[in-house]
Each structure stands twice: as C-alpha cells, then as structure tokens.
C-alpha cells in the first residue's frame, strides 16, 4: 500500500481499517542469496538498496532483538557532509544527496529537515583550518559557508559570543545539515525492503558461521542454520564479538557515547550548533527538547550506559556556550555503543574469508552515514567491487598505510 | 567508576586517561619485527565483551601505570596491578 495524502483521506473515512502492517514476519528459509546480519539502519538501507537497486531480491535481514534496537534508535539524528579527506567527504555527500531524496524514494515520511549544522570557530587558526575544510567539501559539490560573529548572532543571540576562553569569532555552516526522525529511518527502509521481497527476521541471534574449506556458506542462528551465497556483516557497535565467531580480529574497540534530551521548549535552536572545543554540541527535536551530546567515555565497554564525570563535562560545555541551558532540566540520558576503529573512519569491504562480508567501524557518525553505507554495501554484495564513492574502506588500509585520520590523532580509538 | 590504586586506595576513574588493552605492554622490536607483527601490536584488537586487562595512566595523581582488570559488561573492577609489576612478570625487563 502505497502512502499518500489520499490513502490517509479514504482510510480516515473507511474507520482506518484498511492499514496493514508495514512488513511481513515470515520463517526463515533454508538459504538465501544474501543474509545480513543486522537490522538496524544500515542493514536495512543495505537490503532495500540491494532489492531495489541491484535486483537482489532474496535476502534475509536477521536481527538479534527488535528491528532498530540498535544506534539507529540511541543517537542524535543529525546529519550533514562536513568532512575534510578525499577517501571520506564524496562518501559523505552522497549520503546527504540521498537523504534529500530519501522520503519520495522509499514513500515514508522519515521528516528529513535540513535546518543547517554551524561549528563555531574561537582562534584564527581554527578559521583557516574550517576555511580549508569548507573548500573541500564545495570541491565535493557540497555547500558550505564561513560565518562572522554578526551572522551567528542573527541566527543564535543565546550564545555566549564573549566567552574569556573561546570567543566566538564565527562558525562554518552547512545550510544542507539538519535532523532526520531516526526511527523513521529504519522503519522506512525495512517498508521498502519487504515490499520488495526481502525477509526481515527478528528475535534471530547469529550464533556462528558455517565455513567449508575456508569460506562462509551459511550461519548458525538461534531460530536454525540458513545457508547463504553470501553473509554481509552490519553490527556496529558489536562488530569485534560477531567477527570473532570467524576468527577474525579487527582494527576495532568498542565504546560508549552518550546523548542528553532536556524537556521540551518552544522553538529556541536554528538547527544544529557544535561547540568543539567544549566537547557540545545541540540541535532541537520536533517535540521541542533539547537534544545534545560530547564525547565518548573512553574506556572501551559493552554496556549501552556511560558514567557521570562525561556528564558533568557535556553540562559544562553547553553552560559555557549557552549559558540559557542552564534553565532547562534534564529529561533523558542514554548511551549507544559503537565501533571506534583506529582511524576514526568506518569500513565497507570483503574480509580474508570467502563470501563474508563486512561493514562496521561506524564511530560516532554512522546515522547521518545510513543512506550511503547501504547502497555502498549493496553495491559492493552485488557486484563484489567496492563503490567508487567507498573505494577507501578498507579492512587493510593500516597495513598499508592508508588510513583516514580526519582528527590527526593516531591509532588512539578513544581520542577519535 | 572507582579504582582501587594499589598505592593510594580508591581513586575516581576520572582521575585516569584509558590507553587500552593491556596487551600493549608487549611492543614488538621496532628494528627486527616484522610489518605483520607490528600491524598486529599496532592496529588490532581482541575488545572483548566481558573480562577486559587495560591499561590505566593516574595522569591526575601519582602519574602511575595501571593494569586494571575491568567487566566491559558491567563496568565493575575485579583487580587493579602496577603495569610495572605485571609488566616485569610478564617477562620484560624494564
């Protein structure tokens, strides 16, 4: 069923009892042509891409838990391409260019809302290093503006333009950025993807590969074996537990980063405001609560809660930034956890075995990733070649010497 | 989270800068390793979900390694070392 203005017209006079579920519940089948592992956002945008783009059509989502109990329901909605290298900012891009088409492409209203991204600029080196950042993604065919303090104070007046220690003496600003209903994300996708044959089975744990004479042909799951041609990895966050059933280590620790909503307000924040020398940054939901966040923890965990010395620290920086938050209370805190891999940017790729694949080392920037890790994947399932846009996310890059350190910190995982 | 310094009783975590798995302890002879030995040491990790030995720096105390031996499941401490006591048991000689 298709939505629209109309269907919701007919159904409202019909007493609504025409609506069906949004994607099936079927068994699983003895074998697929591709199993995913992961139902969050990028597993799903993967198998709607490969339905839809690539002809892929039987194919197995398995999700451990809920569809979207994953980061595509803990993390901050923002999206934006405001990246810096080459093996990363056309990647970026193409996520936001699908982003922008995303609602019409898979008919679900996911309230993409490009209220523009602004990260604010306190030194004259921190301008030119923005300055050159903004060339790099107008080279990608992305837009991006530099700020002086009056622009900001038109949009933001709250801000604490004086601050002794940081100043505000302009921001770089991406009018493209903004928010996305991030549950939305993944219902869409899995909509889109099951309307196109693709099974999504939830409550199905992996428990283990199925190799013979070293390649993967099928995975032991809670709910029975599934033979597959192929078996596509997608479970940032957890990536080091289901790689080692293969007997793989990766370039990975995980860790917890956690995100703040306040109450909510009437419409006070234009978008998305970062304060990067404070670790803040805040945008403001469609219910009115602030929401924001800093950094990671730092200390690898599983446990999808943080503690409180990154708390203190996060309500610090938005206090000296936006001295007003100080008036709004605290409503819900929570932790997601990810994949921070050692170089701070993310992998697409095959693995040393046969016909596993994998997908992870999202960091704390896979949401606004979604729409292109997907159709990247696919790509790569479909064709067994990477996208010319992902050419960089490779397993072995630090082998090489190849890695994508947008921070310049090392194989420091918890200062990326 | 609390960390029980050998030397100086319970300290808050937020005392310490975390610099990872304890493994990294055993850095491989930058002159004879091999590039596979040091892309192992370098760049991979076990990051296991359960007992984890990491290394702890007390940069806001007494600026002293630790190994501590923490649950990435429940965040609870189960043994906290000198890393120079577990390093030199461990068979290093410095």
């Known amino acids: 069923m298709r939505y629209s203005a109309w269907s919701i017209f007919k159904q409202g006079l019909t007493g609504n009892k025409g609506w069906r579920p949004a994607w099936r519940e079927p068994e699983p089948k003895p074998s697929y042509d591709v199993i995913i592992i992961g139902g969050g956002g990028h597993g799903l945008a993967t198998a709607y891409y490969l339905a839809k783009e690539y002809g892929v059509h039987n194919v197995a989502v398995l999700e451990k838990g809920w569809l979207g109990s994953g980061n595509i329901g803990r993390n901050t909605t923002i999206i934006r391409s405001n990246y810096l290298l080459e093996g990363n900012q056309p990647f970026y891009e193409m996520s936001l260019k699908l982003w922008e088409g995303l609602e019409q492409d898979f008919n679900y209203n996911a309230m ?48 604490d333009f004086d601050n002794a ?20 994300v993944a219902w869409g996708y899995a909509r889109g993807a099951d309307e196109r044959g693709v099974d999504i089975i939830q409550n199905c744990e992996v428990t283990g590969f199925q190799m013979e004479g070293g390649t993967c042909v099928g995975v032991e799951t809670t709910r029975g074996p599934i033979k597959a041609a192929k078996v596509a990895m997608c479970v940032a966050g957890s ?51 602030l929401v924001f966040g800093g950094d990671i923890d730092g200390y690898n965990t ?26 709004a209370r605290l409503l819900r805190m929570w932790g997601g956890v990810m994949d921070m891999s050692m170089d701070g940017s993310p992998f697409i790729d095959r693995t040393p075995i046969d016909g596993l694949y994998f997908n992870g080392g999202w960091c704390y920037g896979g949401f606004k990733a979604t729409p292109a890790s997907g159709f990247c994947y696919a790509h ?21 010497g190849a890695m994508i350190d947008e921070k310049g910190m090392g194989n420091q995982p918890n200062l990326h | ?12 975590a937020a005392e310490f800068t975390v610099l990872g798995d304890a493994s990294l ?64 048991a461990e068979g290093r000689s410095k």
């Open chain 2, 25 to 88: 302890i055993h850095r491989p002879d930058g002159l004879t390793a091999s590039d596979e030995d040091m892309h192992y040491y370098a760049y991979l990790r076990d990051n296991p979900a359960g007992l984890h030995r990491e290394l702890w720096y007390h940069e806001q105390g007494d600026r002293s390694w630790l190994v501590v031996t923490r649950n990435t499941l429940t965040h609870d401490i189960e043994k906290v070392e000198l890393a120079r006591d577990v390093a030199r």
């Open chain 1, 380 to 400: 790569l399932l479909a064709r067994d070649e990477p996208h010319p846009n992902a050419t960089a996310y490779r397993l072995d890059r630090f082998r090489r």
């Open chain 1, 239 to 289: 990536s080091s537990r289901v790689a080692e059933m293969a007997g793989m280590r990766l370039p990975i620790e995980s860790h917890v980063l956690q995100a703040f909503v306040s109450e909510g307000l009437k419409p006070t924040i234009p978008g998305v405001i970062t304060f990067g020398a404070g670790h803040f940054y805040v945008s403001q939901s469609d219910k009115g609560g």
């Open chain 2, 1 to 12: 989270m609390i960390i029980n310094h050998p030397l100086l009783g319970p300290r808050d």
């Open chain 1, 112 to 159: 993409v809302s490009q209220r523009g991204i602004m990260n604010l600029i306190h030194s004259d080196a921190q301008r030119d290093a923005f300055v050159r950042r903004g060339n790099a993604m107008r080279l990608s065919g992305a837009d991006a503006v530099i700020l002086g303090p009056q622009d900001i104070r038109e949009k933001a007046p709250f801000l």
């Open chain 1, 302 to 327: 599983y446990a999808q809660r943080g503690n409180l010395p990154v708390v203190e620290d996060v309500c610090e920086g938005g206090m000296a930034i936006m001295p007003m938050i100080g008036r």
């Open chain 1, 165 to 184: 220690r940081f100043p505000i003496q302009g921001a770089i600003w991406q009018p493209r950025g903004g928010t996305v209903r991030h549950d939305a």
